[in-house]
């Protein structure tokens, strides 16, 4: 089976695949979850607070399932996640059928962040030691692309089936399907995925090994400018993209005219799909537009922040998802230039963990500027938070100048070879 695994095209199915279950599992309540939240008798305020509780579980956990991916394996990190999120999944039902309290909310939520943080920075680790490992030829973009493709398209399906079951069941059957596909994708990596690239540590003093790996991956890390000060984009980013998506079923189902409209609610998170396809395909192409990747990422952000303002002033349900979906596309089609910048400056032995910090700091974002914008939509209105979250968006432009400014390796936009750690 491992030598069967020794391509890189074999290795890009698997990771595509998971991506492929991932997202798909996912997706299945990403269009009802903020009515479900509701429908459980949770204000505007409490939904978005619960969420946050979801990307503190993200800040608790991320570091320490990072360490884990990178002394145990990726794959023993990815099998926990799915069980994780399979176990908590069914626990958010049960919240849902007692109408429990706000307490059991942000526990089940923080179980769900812990769920999440096995699988990031374990799985994108994986995907670029074993292409090293298995002499792949070409961009990374290209391969991140591919995935934000698969996700994409995953989105669309998921969304749009979890709308229309919940309209014609209830809002609780999409949550027991996303439990039976996680489970499905735990069986399938067990079998598939191999750390290539990668050899576990074998040793008597584990937490010593955890505190080591800990030390180098600061070094690697925060105490690395140009990756530091990209890393500090991501609690803008981050936390607005959370609240964006999240926001946006019951912002446009108000301007739709029809709040129990689930199925709409599906179709719309659906939208999210469909840009993070045509950002996937579109990433080739802008990155051909540029020779440095911050420049890339300089513009993108820029234009996403334009567009949230826009959002605001608009009171046209037709007209804010013809903006949400540009605002999708280029934020997807940003993703995979920004994993490729960090990926070629992160050495392999720390590179799980070193994601995980990225993440880390995105979900630190989400922590305040969920609740913050659900609170603002509460008080003023949903259009009122878009315009500030359009704030938080360009507050990232600063740190990717500095980025810039120290001229790393990974920021030239090369033509034939992949970058190298």
């Given amino acids: 089976m491992l030598r069967l695994l020794r391509k890189p095209s074999n290795i890009q199915t698997i990771y595509l695949y998971l991506i492929l279950g991932n997202t798909l599992a996912t997706s299945f309540i990403w269009g009802i979850n903020t009515i479900f939240l509701l429908d459980a008798g949770l204000s505007n305020f ?14 608790i956990f991320e570091i320490p399932t990072g360490i884990v991916a990178d002394t145990y394996g990726r794959r023993i990190s990815y099998l926990l996640g799915a069980l994780t999120l399979a176990v908590s999944t069914a626990l958010y039902l049960y919240m849902w059928q007692i109408q429990g309290p706000f307490w059991g909310w942000a526990a089940s939520s923080v179980l769900l962040g812990l769920g999440y943080t096995f699988f990031s920075g374990a ?11 298995t002499n792949f030829k070409g961009h990374l973009e290209g391969v991140f692309a591919k995935g934000q493709i698969v996700g994409g398209t995953a989105m669309l399906a998921g969304a749009i ?35 290539l690239g990668f050899s576990p540590k074998k040793t008597k003093q584990p937490f010593l090994e955890m505190k080591k790996i800990f030390s180098r991956s600061i070094d690697h890390g925060l105490r690395n400018p140009p990756v530091r000060y990209i890393m500090f ?20 189902l108000q301007l739709y005219g029809d709040k129990e409209a689930y199925a709409i609610a599906g179709i719309i998170a659906a939208l999210t799909g469909l840009s993070q396809i045509a950002g996937g395909i579109a990433a080739s192409r ?15 952000t820029f234009l996403t922040g334009l567009i949230l303002i826009l959002v ?24 995979p230039i920004r994993q490729a910048y960090l990926n070629g400056l992160i050495p392999s032995e720390q590179r799980a963990t070193v994601l995980s910090f990225d993440t880390l700091l995105g979900s630190s974002g989400g922590v305040v500027i969920q609740p913050a914008l659900g609170k603002t939509a509460d008080i003023y209105g949903y259009p009122i938070s878009y315009g500030i979250s ?32």
């Avoid at 399907?177 to 995925?193: C, H, K």
């Avoid at 009171?315 to 596309?329: C, D, E, K, Q, R």
């Fill in 312 to 335: 605001a002033f608009a009171n046209n349900f037709w007209l804010v998802i013809g903006l949400i979906f540009l605002w999708g596309l280029l934020f997807a089609a940003l993703m």
């Fill in 46 to 59: 409490e939904a978005f607070l619960a969420n946050g509780f979801f990307s503190l579980g993200y800040v």
């Fill in 233 to 252: 984009t991501a609690p803008f980013a981050t936390g607005v993209s959370f609240y964006i998506f999240y926001a946006l079923q019951p912002f446009l």
């Fill in 286 to 300: 802008i990155r051909r537009l540029f020779k440095k990747r911050t420049s890339a990422l300089i513009l993108g």
């Fill in 123 to 133: 799985t994108e680790a994986w995907l670029v030691d074993a292409l090293h490992a």
């Fill in 390 to 421: 359009s704030v938080f968006q360009l507050a990232a432009l600063p740190f990717i100048y500095l980025a810039r400014r120290q001229n790393p390796k990974s920021d030239p936009i090369e033509e034939k070879s992949i970058e190298n750690s």
């Fill in 161 to 195: 089936s979890g709308g229309v079951i919940a309209q014609v069941t209830n809002l609780g059957v999409p949550y027991i399907l996303r439990s039976v596909v996680l489970l499905i994708n735990f069986a399938t990596a067990f079998v598939l995925m191999q750390d």
